[in-house]
């Protein structure tokens, strides 16, 4: 699998990581499978967030990696807080250091190796923020921090008054949700695909060395299911498909390379709770696209070039 530097430090992790969002509907014997269906892929980066499930996603992760073969130290270990779900977000310096600990006790681990905020928040006092990951970080609970949902000026106010650097922003990106390139394209017009909806996030984060990490990639719109076979996409499919039969993978591993291709280095979190799916599906990293076939897959999604 194809390795990243995260945050370009010396941390190299794989391309394709396990989101673990939709583990919670999995019994012990099903979840140990799609982790070591994920470990044999070449996967070692882990992502969750303290709400999956209410907390169960995260429980029956740190089972499965119990009963399992696998070792703490075969993953890289990512959650998120930050969100009271359906009330409020709460980035107050104890919410976040209870989310923490509750975080490391449903996985059955000592410390995460990165911490994100999930989405922002904006009642946000940096004070707390800073406070909260000094004492995650002087404690050893946490070993790196990021943020998720976050637009460029956001992560720059937060970073003013943090001693340390924000290495990770977790947005929404695939081939069916491509708003955060849309809109560099179509600058100086007035149709839909120029909003800015994300700020320059993409820009923003490769001249700074931070890793995006796009999420839902093979879902379309929100959450409303995977386009991949989806008769309302068929031009896309049949793009996919052609693609698929050339290279010698399935679709899933297209949608994969078509994240992958692009310069920014961007980590895809695949959320597939199927052996097989994940197996395919993070094949995809070492598929190389050449730029005419990044582009007619983005043409077959529906976009057009102004
Ligand atoms: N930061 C945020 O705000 C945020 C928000 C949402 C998610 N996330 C993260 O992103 C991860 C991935 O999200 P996601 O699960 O929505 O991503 P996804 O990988 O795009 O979607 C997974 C879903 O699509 C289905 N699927 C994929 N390929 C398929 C195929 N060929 N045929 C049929 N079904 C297929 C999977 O079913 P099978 O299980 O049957 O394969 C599963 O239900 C989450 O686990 C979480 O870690 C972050």
């Known amino acids: ?107 059955g681990i000592d410390y995460l190796d990165a911490f994100l905020l999930h989405r922002p928040d904006p009642l946000m006092e940096v004070d707390q923020v800073s406070e909260a990951f000094d004492e995650l970080q002087r404690s050893g609970k946490v070993r790196h921090f990021g943020v998720s949902n976050f637009n460029p000026m956001q992560i720059e106010m937060l970073q003013s008054g943090l001693s340390q650097r924000l290495m990770i922003d977790q947005i929404q990106f695939g ?27 993409i820009e923003y984060a490769r001249l700074n060395g931070m890793t995006l990490q796009a999420w839902s990639p093979y879902q379309y719109g929100w959450f409303e299911g995977t386009f991949i076979d989806n008769p309302k996409f068929p031009k896309l499919n049949k793009e996919l498909q052609k693609l698929a039969e050339k290279k010698g993978v399935t679709k899933n591993a297209i949608a994969t390379a078509w994240i992958t291709r692009h310069p920014a280095e961007i980590q895809v979190i695949l959320g597939s709770m199927n052996p097989q799916h994940i197996t395919e599906s993070a094949a995809g990293a070492d598929v190389a696209l050449t730029r005419q076939e990044w582009y007619d897959v983005y043409l077959a999604a529906g976009n057009m070039l102004p």
């Open 1 to 107: 699998m194809k390795q990243i530097d995260l945050g370009n430090t010396d941390w190299p992790v794989s391309a394709v990581a396990l989101g673990i969002m939709r583990m919670d509907a999995l019994d012990n014997k099903a979840a140990v499978k799609v982790l070591e269906a994920a470990h044999d892929a070449g996967i070692n980066y882990i992502d969750s967030a303290d709400i999956y499930g209410d907390g169960k996603s995260e429980k029956v992760f740190g089972k499965a990696l119990k009963k399992s073969d696998l070792k703490r130290d075969d993953f890289y270990i990512q959650s998120k807080g930050g969100i009271v779900s359906g009330k409020r977000y709460d980035f107050s310096k104890k919410h976040l250091l209870k989310s923490v600990d509750g975080i490391s006790e449903r996985l």
């Open 175 to 201: 081939i069916m949700h491509t708003g955060p390139i849309d809109f560099g394209m179509h600058t100086n017009m007035t149709d839909p695909g120029s909003i800015n909806h994300d700020g320059e996030i």
